[in-house]
């Protein structure tokens, strides 16, 4: 028989043992999914995130988050990290789509597949899917908007874009130029603020570099703060002739309401017409209220789902589906894209609350 202390110092051992495992299982604890997104900063990857994790409650996939702020250093910091966890798959909608190369082609040597999520990453071999709306079909949709909804001829129409070093800047703005430049050449619209576009104006098709020369003069850089600097300083050489009632292409929610808020309150502008994308619900709002005319809603579920989808997938050995290839400036890349909704007053209770993306008392003044 075994002394009882001896016991007590046995047992004890092995609580200490399995404590020790406990932990360091713990530590090193193997995520498999890693999910890189650009900053916090813009509520439409706030969300994006919030969309991931209501994906993934009450599955028993391990994955981790990280922001990159803004900075392609970081970015590559982070993806550096999730290597180092072990990860099998990298979800990344890059900051800047060349800058991510680098990144990716690290997680490349790792052996792990890399998904570009909403942005493509550019000019590199080292990425295997694009998960993505259909981006000129948004920028089309915007040039649509305006195209309907403007009245008689020579309507003064204001051109922003996004980031340059964002590959959809030049999607949305490629789509809406397709649809606008004709309606340019007939003298319904008159271009305003760019002497660029304004160069290119008898021509459909823009290669990559003319795109670049336009974005360059009119971007955002995806900021709210450069979109209204940029929209007070067009407003403030403007003369009569390009105020009245204007139209404003703007490419996505977060620059539209800035934009907005700057032509609303210019005396000479008797009313406009303001575009945007992504169904912020501050833009929700503004769509209600009458003071931004409408959103293209991208509904990021479906982003996730097919995301995820897809490094499931990826995990069990299996090929993802996908419908259709992107060329990022290096290889075609397999991609799998979804559609996107116009939105304007008129639907957005459907689309947007009756649909179960927002609450109905997230808003005011909804019917
Ligand atoms: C996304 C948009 C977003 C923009 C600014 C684009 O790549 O597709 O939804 O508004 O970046 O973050």
Known sequence: MMKKSKLLSLMLAVVMLMLVAAGCSDSNSEVSVGIVLPTKDEPRWVQDEQRFKDALKGTDYTTEILFSQGSSAKEKENVETLINKGIDVLIICPQDGDAAAAAVEAAKKDDITVIAYDRLITNTDAVDYYVTFDSLAVGAAQGQ??????????????????????????????????????????????????????????????????????????????????????????????????????AILAPNDGTARSIADVFGSDSAVSSYLVTGQDAEKASIQYVIDGKQSMTVFKDVRTLVKDAMGMAVEILDEKKPETTGSYDNGNVEVKAKQTNVIVVNKDNVKKELIDSDYYKADDFTGLE
Do not use: C
């Not at 800047?169 to 319904?188: N, R, S």
């Not at 619209?189 to 576009?197: G, T």
């Not at 160069?199 to 995806?222: H, M, P, Y």
């Open 145 to 246: 908007y305006l195209i309907d909804n403007a009245k008689g001829s020579n309507t003064p129409l204001y051109l922003y874009a996004g980031a340059a070093s964002d590959n959809n800047a030049f999607l949305f703005f490629e789509g809406a130029w397709k649809v606008l430049q004709p309606k340019i050449a007939d003298g319904t619209f008159k271009i305003a603020n760019s002497s660029e576009a304004e160069a290119l104006k008898d021509k459909a098709e823009l290669s990559r570099d003319e795109l670049s020369k336009i974005i360059g003069q009119v971007t955002t850089n995806w900021d709210a703060n450069e979109a209204k600097n940029k929209a007070q300083t067009h407003l403030t050489a403007a003369m009569a002739d390009l105020k009245g009632d204007v």
